[in-house]
T-cell receptor, first 114, second 113 residues
C-alpha cells in the first residue's frame, strides 16, 4: 500500500529536550510538508521541501529544523527553542509539477511537553 | 496576509438533510480551492477541488461552489449521514505561491441520527 507513515503516534517530551518526528512516504512524491495543528486552529506550515537536499521555511519555522536527505523521508526536529511545542503535527506530500497541489497526509504525531 | 474564515466552528444537522459549510477569504482569489475531511486524531483527506474559473463541482453527494465576487466557497453534503460527521477544512492555493496551501480552521459537522 502506498502512503505516508508518521511515528510515533504519541510523544512525550520534557522541557529543554529536542525531539525528532519521523515522516516516510512511498508515493514517490517530490514535495513534502510539515504542519502544526492546535485546537480550533487550521494547519500552519512549518517547513516544506520540493526536492531532495532542499527545503524552505514556512510560516512558523522558529524552533524547528528539518532535513531531506532522501526523497522518501522528511524528519522534523522540535528543538528546545520552540516555546510552545505541545501540538498535533502532520506530515504531507504531493506531486511536484502537477496542475494543482492535492496533498496526502500522514496520521499525525501528538507531541506533549511535560 | 490572506485570511480564511469558515462558518461556525460547529454545525449540527439532522440525518437526511443537506449540510452547507462556508469558506470565506479576503484579498485576491486563489487559483484553486480545496476541501478536506479530517476525523478526530487523524490527518486530513482530500475531497474536492475547484478552480477559480469554475462555478460548481460535484462528486457523488458532495458539491462545491466558488464565487470569486463574494470571495466565498460553499461545500454541500446532500442526504447527510452520521458517517459524514467530521471536521471539514477548506484550503487555498495561489499561483506562484510555491504550491503552498493556506488552510482554514475547519467546521466540525455532526449529523444526528
Amino acid at each position: 500500500d502506498g502512503g505516508i507513515t508518521q511515528s510515533p503516534k504519541y510523544l512525550f517530551r520534557k522541557e529543554g529536550q529536542n525531539v525528532t518526528l519521523s515522516c516516510e512516504q512511498n508515493l514517490n512524491h517530490d514535495a513534502m510538508y510539515w504542519y502544526r495543528q492546535d485546537p480550533g486552529q487550521g494547519l500552519r506550515l512549518i517547513y516544506y521541501s520540493q526536492i531532495v537536499n532542499d527545503f524552505q521555511k514556512g510560516d512558523i519555522a522558529e524552533g524547528y529544523s528539518v532535513s531531506r536527505e532522501k526523497k522518501e523521508s522528511f524528519p522534523l526536529t522540535v528543538t528546545s527553542a520552540q516555546k510552545n511545542p505541545t501540538a498535533f503535527y502532520l506530515c504531507a506530500s504531493s506531486i511536484e509539477g502537477g496542475l494543482w497541489n492535492e496533498q496526502f497526509f500522514g496520521p499525525g504525531t501528538r507531541l506533549t511537553v511535560l | 496576509s490572506q485570511k480564511i474564515e469558515q462558518n461556525s466552528e460547529a454545525l449540527n444537522i439532522q440525518e437526511g438533510k443537506t449540510a452547507t459549510l462556508t469558506c470565506n477569504y479576503t484579498n485576491y482569489s486563489p487559483a484553486y480551492l480545496q476541501w478536506y475531511r479530517q476525523d478526530p486524531g487523524r490527518g486530513p483527506v482530500f475531497l474536492l477541488l475547484i478552480r477559480e474559473n469554475e462555478k460548481e463541482k460535484r462528486k457523488e453527494r458532495l458539491k462545491v461552489t466558488f464565487d470569486t465576487t463574494l470571495k466565498q466557497s460553499l461545500f454541500h453534503i446532500t442526504a447527510s449521514q452520521p458517517a459524514d460527521s467530521a471536521t471539514y477544512l477548506c484550503a487555498l492555493e495561489y499561483s506562484g505561491s510555491a504550491r503552498q496551501l493556506t488552510f482554514g480552521s475547519g467546521t466540525q459537522l455532526t449529523v444526528l441520527p
